[in-house]
C-alpha cells in the first residue's frame, strides 16, 4: 500500500472514528452539565472533543499500520513463493536440457 494510500485511508479513518466517538461524547457531556453554559463548560467540551480527536488519531494510524504491515507480509510470502517456482522451473529446465 503506498504513503498516499495510507495518508487517505487514515484520514477516513479518522474523520468516521472521531465522529464516531464525538457524538456519545457530546450527550454525556450535555448531561452532565445542564442548563448555562460558561467558560468552564466550554473548557470542558474543548478538552473531550480534543481527546476524541486524539484517540481517533491513534485508532485510525494503529488500523491502517496493522493493515499495511499485513499487506507487505502477503505480498513477502507471495514473491517468496514465486522465486521458489522459478528457481524450480529452471532446475527442471537445466535438467532435462530445454
Known amino acids: 500500500m503506498g504513503d498516499k494510500a495510507q495518508q487517505r485511508l487514515s484520514s477516513l479513518l479518522v474523520l468516521v472514528t472521531f ?47 496493522g493493515l499495511a504491515n499485513r499487506r507487505e507480509s502477503g505480498s513477502d510470502r507471495a514473491a517468496g513463493e514465486g522465486q521458489e517456482h522459478a528457481a524450480t522451473v529452471l532446475k527442471v529446465s537445466l535438467e532435462t536440457g530445454n
Open 19 to 65: 465522529v464516531a466517538l464525538q457524538i456519545p461524547l457530546k450527550k454525556r457531556v450535555a448531561e452532565l452539565i445542564p442548563g448555562r453554559r460558561g467558560p468552564r463548560e466550554d473548557v470542558a467540551e474543548a478538552l473531550v472533543q480534543g481527546a476524541a480527536r486524539m484517540s481517533a488519531v491513534v485508532i485510525a494510524s494503529t488500523l491502517v499500520r
